[in-house]
């Protein structure tokens, strides 16, 4: 079925296919397996960090994100994953004192740093100010956001107290006010599927002392 000088006929293919079978089956599948490139292993870094108040160090892949690290390793589960992506603020936590999306930082960012979790600011039997607001008020409603959602309270009392503005403050060079205007923009990337979004205003609203 040769066709032309050059040409390669339809017995020549099976030859060569026969053979190349011959020599894979020849190496063996531990052969082909010590072929491949072994995978190197992951990056790691020794992290340093105050969580709620204990000096904690790690040794830690320097991909592990600051929410894993406080879940997995340190096995403080108060602080939810929800989207995982900083849209939905579930896993909220105060890092020096400012509230942070803890899925989208990477633990080795904060050598050193300062990290509060839900599990840091009140226990059962003596509840942050916040926390026992959110009670009387049913802010809880299904729970699950509720730990970002009061992270997220108490630093933003703690933000409006110390001037910084908002998109919703009028003039940014004086002091914002303690206004629910001022609490709910703020409170905005936090959400709450269960909608108890007015319950969580009132009890900001009375740990602020101001009307709702």
Do not use: W
Not at 39 to 59: C, D, E, F, H, W
Not at 70 to 83: V, W, Y
Not at 94 to 120: F, K, P, Q, W, Y
Not at 155 to 181: Q, W, Y
């Amino acid at each position: 079925m040769t066709q032309g000088c050059g040409a390669i006929s339809r017995r020549d293919v099976l030859k060569t296919s026969a053979a190349g079978a011959a020599i894979a089956s020849s190496l063996g599948t531990g052969n082909v397996a010590m072929a491949q490139a072994e995978p190197s292993a992951p990056p790691t870094a020794a992290v340093r960090m105050k969580v709620n108040g204990k000096q904690i160090s790690l040794t830690l892949d320097t991909r592990t994100t600051l929410l894993d690290t406080l879940r997995e390793h340190l096995k403080l589960t108060g602080t939810k994953k929800g989207c995982d992506h900083g849209q939905c603020g579930a896993c909220t936590v105060i890092v020096n004192g400012r509230r942070i999306n803890s899925c989208l930082t990477l633990a080795v960012m904060h050598e050193g740093d300062e990290v509060t979790t839900i599990e840091g600011l009140g226990s059962v039997g003596d509840l942050h100010p916040m926390q026992a607001a959110f009670v009387e008020h049913d802010g809880y409603q299904c729970g699950y956001c509720t730990p970002g959602q009061i992270c997220s309270a108490v630093a933003v009392l703690e933000e409006i107290r110390a001037g910084i503005p908002s998109h919703v403050t009028e003039d940014i060079g004086a002091a914002p006010g303690m206004t629910t205007l001022e609490m709910r923009e703020r409170m905005s990337g936090n959400i709450c599927r269960c909608g108890a979004y007015s319950n969580i205003a009132e009890a900001m609203a009375q740990v602020a002392g101001v009307k709702a």
